[in-house]
């Protein structure tokens, strides 16, 4: 691999300038606009969904077609996302011979910026490549970061996709997802009754007592191997003297089944009406927020996947994980998908770093992938 390369010192300016636009969720417009720019100056159409008024965003989601892209023949779709969780348009990029890092006072925006540069580069870059092309498109969404909230809107059934190859992975590369776990949030308010703490306590159902009980009856963590469950966030009460009449608890449950994570559900509703005792009331609302997916070995996705691995030089291994992304959503929708791993590491982090090996050999991926 040669680090030092023209290609090379060109995928990475591409990150860097990419890094440094700002585009927080629900606020992409800044980087969807750069990013339209280039690809149209390199003869790729972009179009722009609707996804950005449905989330009350400001970006749609951008689907991209390269010049021989066939709209009657099946394709591959190659996915990363717009959004950073944070700013980053205050980054001040440290750069070595062996990787991109932040000076530490902001994220460096590798997750999803890496995937994005790699995908731009490669559109960019068509006509280097001497092999026959497959028919693809690249799809970058929004609000990602938020729950897959563009991946869940976008509809890919005009373009005739088939698998869908999405670039967001923190493992690095040779790791893909084959198995990642779905993931069900819920809501739960207990309803106590106010009166003076300091007059008349015996008057009153203190919620947070009610909600306490609760939490405390119901095993959370690790559940079992492919199992967690957690409270995330409790708010509620008021003035030091009054006994609170409300109290609302969010949190969530894993597994890489739907039929696991409801039935860990179950056990968190009664649970929390039996630790009751008819003392007060309690309400429960639930959704999925991704869902849970579980590739057979044989499916062509994986095979093709290990096969553009193995073309890159590396050994690929399919691990199972519990962090989702638009990965989860394709395959909700029916379009069997992976995520790969890229080795934008330590995401979310001001410590976030990437290698710049890891950026160079995840464009071979890529390319790997879009060669007939």
Same mark, same amino acid.
Do not use: W
């Given at each position: 691999? *040669?680090?030092? #390369?023209?290609? /090379?010192?060109?995928?990475?300016?591409?990150?860097?300038?990419?890094?440094?636009?700002?585009?927080?969720?629900?606020?992409?417009?800044?980087?969807?606009? @750069?990013?339209?720019?280039?690809?149209?100056?390199?003869?790729?159409?972009?179009?722009?969904?609707?996804?950005?008024? $449905?989330?009350?965003? *400001?970006?749609?989601?951008?689907?991209?077609?390269?010049?021989?892209?066939?709209?009657?023949?099946?394709?591959?779709?190659?996915?990363?996302?717009?959004?950073?969780?944070?700013?980053?348009?205050?980054?001040?990029?440290?750069?070595?011979?062996?990787?991109? /890092?932040?000076?530490?006072?902001?994220?460096?925006?590798?997750?999803?910026?890496?995937?994005?540069?790699?995908?731009?580069?490669?559109?960019?870059?068509?006509?280097?490549?001497?092999?026959?092309?497959? +028919?693809?498109?690249?799809?970058?969404?929004?609000?990602?970061?938020?729950?897959?909230?563009?991946?869940?809107?976008?509809?890919?059934?005009?373009? *005739?996709?088939?698998?869908?190859?999405?670039?967001?992975? /923190?493992?690095?590369?040779?790791?893909?997802?084959?198995?990642?776990?779905?993931?069900?949030?819920?809501?739960?308010?207990?309803?106590? $009754? #106010?009166?003076?703490? &300091?007059?008349?306590?015996?008057?009153?159902? +203190?919620?947070?007592?009610?909600?306490?009980?609760?939490? #405390?009856?119901?095993?959370? &963590? !690790?559940?079992?191997?492919?199992?967690?469950? +957690?409270? &995330?966030?409790?708010?509620?009460?008021?003035?030091?003297?009054?006994?609170?009449?409300?109290?609302?608890?969010?949190?969530?449950?894993? #597994?890489?089944?739907?039929?696991?994570?409801?039935? %860990?559900?179950?056990?968190?509703?009664?649970?929390?009406? %039996?630790?009751?005792?008819?003392?007060?009331?309690?309400?429960?609302?639930?959704?999925?927020?991704?869902?849970?997916?579980?590739?057979?070995?044989?499916?062509?996705?994986?095979?093709?996947?290990? $096969?553009?691995?193995?073309?890159?030089?590396?050994?690929?291994?399919?691990? !199972?994980?519990?962090?989702?992304?638009?990965? *989860?959503?394709?395959?909700?929708?029916?379009?069997?998908?992976?995520?790969?791993?890229?080795?934008?590491?330590?995401? @979310?982090?001001?410590?976030?770093?990437?290698?710049?090996?890891?950026?160079?050999?995840?464009?071979?991926?890529?390319?790997?992938?879009?060669?007939?």
């Amino acid at each position: 691999m *040669n680090l030092t #390369s023209t290609a /090379s010192k060109e995928l990475i300016d591409l990150f860097l300038s990419l890094a440094t636009i700002d585009g927080i969720s629900l606020h992409e417009r800044n980087i969807a606009d @750069h990013v339209k720019t280039l690809l149209q100056k390199n003869n790729i159409k972009v179009i722009e969904d609707g996804t950005g008024a $449905k989330i009350n965003g *400001n970006t749609g989601n951008l689907i991209c077609f390269p010049p021989h892209y066939d709209a009657s023949k099946p394709a591959i779709a190659l996915c990363a996302h717009l959004d950073t969780v944070t700013p980053t348009k205050d980054l001040k990029p440290i750069v070595t011979d062996e990787r991109i /890092s932040s000076d530490g006072t902001t994220i460096l925006g590798g997750d999803n910026r890496e995937g994005l540069s790699i995908l731009l580069s490669v559109m960019m870059n068509l006509q280097s490549i001497t092999s026959p092309v497959k +028919n693809f498109i690249c799809v970058f969404t929004v609000g990602e970061e938020l729950g897959m909230y563009g991946a869940n809107h976008v509809d890919l059934s005009p373009y *005739n996709v088939t698998e869908a190859y999405v670039f967001d992975c /923190s493992k690095r590369p040779g790791i893909y997802i084959k198995d990642c776990a779905g993931c069900m949030i819920f809501t739960a308010k207990f309803h106590g $009754k #106010s009166a003076h703490a &300091g007059v008349a306590p015996e008057q009153g159902i +203190n919620a947070i007592a009610l909600s306490s009980k609760a939490i #405390s009856s119901v095993r959370f &963590g !690790r559940i079992d191997e492919e199992t967690t469950s +957690n409270i &995330g966030r409790i708010t509620g009460g008021g003035a030091t003297n009054v006994v609170p009449n409300e109290v609302v608890i969010d949190g969530e449950v894993r #597994s890489f089944t739907k039929e696991k994570i409801e039935h %860990q559900f179950n056990i968190i509703k009664e649970g929390f009406q %039996q630790s009751l005792n008819g003392i007060g009331t309690y309400s429960i609302t639930s959704e999925m927020d991704f869902h849970p997916y579980v590739l057979d070995a044989n499916t062509s996705i994986v095979k093709t996947v290990e $096969k553009a691995i193995s073309a890159a030089g590396l050994r690929p291994e399919g691990i !199972r994980y519990t962090g989702g992304s638009d990965a *989860n959503s394709y395959n909700a929708k029916g379009i069997p998908s992976v995520n790969i791993g890229i080795g934008a590491q330590k995401p @979310h982090a001001f410590e976030e770093f990437i290698l710049i090996e890891d950026l160079i050999i995840s464009k071979e991926i890529a390319i790997a992938l879009i060669k007939e």
